[in-house]
Antibody, heavy 122, light 108 residues
Framework: QVHLQESGPGLVKPSQTLSLTCTVS??????????WTWIRQHPGKGLEWIGS???????DYHPSLKGRLTLSVDTSKSQFSLKLTSVTAADTAVYFC??????????????WGQGTLVTVSS | SSELTQDPAVSVALGQTVRITCHGD??????ASWYQQKPGQAPILLMY???NRPSGIPDRFSGSSSGTTGSLTITGAQAEDEADYYC???????????FGTGTTVTVL
């Protein structure tokens, strides 16, 4: 059973860069039918897909975050990462990493990290 | 980009049946997957595709799809089913994804 664990600062100052890493264990990060995905949840709100990346590259980003968001994969460390620049209070959220599988006409997130709260505040 | 719309809240009597729906143009071309989230926890996958349940998910959960509507049905709701439920699907622009607005289920 694959296990995902987010790590990174819980507090980021406005205008700075939010950086998170997700460590994958119990399975390979270099799997062809898997996309490594980031989701966030603003306090008291619903889930928001923010981006995904395949181990071979070619990330996809939420349109509202393009220009600020960069996703990357480090297969040697079995990690994938998120960098979000120029953060504001609106980026305060619980950030989840997840494994997405795509089979035909369906994509599903079958493993999730526990989530990490990131607060943007001075 | 497209949206996935869910009823904000539904209630169901213990042991009865409730259907949670998800509406969106993307569902015309792609199946939804469904997630349950309890307070303070990460979501868990309940259903994906036409009607596929991961191992460990009780068979009281079932899924269906028609046109631009996907549905999750709980047959014989239990107290532990009280949670938020989200659908998830590829956006019609094909290179990103969207969650539904979420439905809070209360078991009476």
């Amino acid at each position: 059973q694959v296990h995902l664990q987010e790590s990174g600062p819980g507090l980021v100052k406005p205008s700075q860069t939010l950086s998170l890493t997700c460590t994958v264990s119990g399975g390979s990060i270099s799997t062809n039918d898997v996309y490594w995905t980031w989701i966030r949840q603003h306090p008291g709100k619903g889930l928001e897909w923010i981006g995904s990346i395949h181990y071979g590259g070619g990330p996809d980003y939420h349109p509202s975050l393009k220009g600020r968001l960069t996703l990357s994969v480090d297969t040697s460390k079995s990690q994938f990462s998120l960098k979000l620049t120029s953060v504001t209070a609106a980026d305060t959220a619980v950030y989840f990493c997840a494994r997405e599988r795509t089979v035909g006409m369906v994509a599903y997130l079958d493993s999730w990290g526990q989530g990490t709260l990131v607060t943007v505040s001075s | 980009s497209s949206e996935l719309t869910q009823d904000p809240a539904v209630s169901v009597a213990l042991g009865q049946t409730v259907r949670i729906t998800c509406h969106g143009d993307g569902l015309r071309d792609f199946y939804a997957s469904w997630y349950q989230q309890k307070p303070g926890q990460a979501p868990i996958l309940l259903m994906y595709g036409k009607n596929n349940r991961p191992s460990g998910i009780p068979d009281r959960f079932s899924g269906s799809s028609s046109g631009t509507t996907g549905s999750l049905t709980i047959t014989g709701a239990q107290a532990e089913d009280e949670a938020d439920y989200y659908c998830y699907c590829r956006d019609t622009s094909a290179n990103h994804f969207v969650f539904g607005t979420g439905t809070t289920v209360t078991v009476l």
